[in-house]
């Protein structure tokens, strides 16, 4: 693959994650929705960083780390929540943190960060676009 079809792959893996997340959304699955959406931010980014950079994609869930080696200049509101949103990958897959996470993914938070996630969704497509 050339650099444009990975960065196609990537790009088509996010948007398929984001429907999944959708889904999810609808169906009352407020975990599984904010772990697959972390899973679009980091494809997104992952994307990123092949258009800005030429190194190798980190393997890494770290959204800031990976928005940090796409070049973006993040500011602190941006950073705090690719932070918090970074934890969502995190808190779904191990045991002892995934019972509390489910507690505090009543549908109010799900759906404020789900908005979030689409919102820094589109940040991060719109950066993929320029130029």
Same mark, same amino acid.
């Given at each position: 693959?050339?650099?444009?079809?990975?960065?196609?792959?990537?790009?088509?893996?996010?948007?398929?994650?984001?429907?999944?997340?959708?889904?999810?959304?609808?169906?009352?699955?407020?975990?599984?929705?904010?772990?697959?959406? $972390? /899973?679009?931010?980091?494809?997104? #980014? &992952?994307?990123?960083?092949? *258009?800005?950079?030429? @190194?190798?994609?980190?393997? %890494?869930?770290?959204?800031? $780390? /990976?928005?940090?080696?796409?070049? #973006? &200049?993040?500011?602190?509101? *941006?950073?705090?929540? @690719?932070?918090?949103?970074? %934890?969502?990958?995190?808190?779904?897959?191990?045991?002892?943190?995934?019972?509390?996470?489910?507690?505090?993914?009543?549908?109010?938070?799900?759906?404020?960060?789900?908005?979030?996630?689409?919102?820094?969704?589109?940040?991060?497509?719109?950066?993929?676009?320029?130029?």
């Amino acid at each position: 693959m050339d650099k444009a079809e990975k960065i196609t792959y990537w790009l088509e893996a996010a948007g398929l994650d984001f429907k999944s997340m959708q889904v999810f959304l609808a169906n009352g699955e407020n975990h599984w929705a904010l772990f697959v959406g $972390q /899973l679009v931010l980091e494809k997104t #980014l &992952k994307a990123l960083i092949l *258009k800005n950079t030429e @190194l190798q994609i980190p393997r %890494t869930h770290n959204l800031v $780390q /990976l928005a940090e080696t796409a070049g #973006l &200049k993040l500011n602190e509101v *941006k950073s705090d929540l @690719l932070d918090l949103i970074t %934890t969502y990958n995190i808190s779904t897959r191990y045991p002892d943190e995934r019972f509390e996470f489910y507690k505090k993914c009543t549908p109010e938070f799900t759906e404020e960060q789900s908005a979030i996630i689409e919102e820094l969704y589109l940040w991060l497509r719109a950066q993929i676009e320029q130029k």
